[in-house]
Nanobody, 121 residues
């Protein structure tokens, strides 16, 4: 059974940075794509960034140039480095594991519990 645990959320001022981590267990981590999603109050969950098993990445337009997704297969961990944070980045951020190695041909099928990110103006 897959178990995903996020950490690193918190309160930060606009322009600040946070680094989210998601550690997986119960899965062969290296063969699956991983992603970060977020959900703000009253909004649908949306893609933030995703990374293929071999490292190819894809970002939402709203975070390009500010956020970086990376993975350490030896640690079963995916990261989201968030810089130049804006109030509109405020949301619960969720880690997701995909059911395949490449995000264009697979979809998320396991989710973490989420971590709150709040950006004050």
């Amino acid at each position: 059974q897959v178990h995903l645990v996020e950490s690193g959320g918190g309160l930060v001022q606009a322009g600040g940075s946070l680094n989210l981590s998601c550690t997986a267990s119960g899965v062969i981590f290296s063969i699956n794509a991983m992603g970060w999603y977020r959900q703000a109050p009253g909004s649908q969950r949306e893609l933030v960034a995703e990374i293929a098993s071999y490292g190819d990445t894809n970002y939402a337009e709203s975070v390009k140039g500010r956020f970086t997704i990376s993975r350490d297969n030896a640690k079963n961990t995916v990261y989201l480095q968030m810089n130049s944070l804006k109030p509109e980045d405020t949301a619960v951020y969720y880690c997701a594991q995909y059911n395949g190695g490449y995000f264009y041909t697979s979809s998320p099928d396991s989710w973490g519990q989420g971590t709150q990110v709040t950006v004050s103006s």
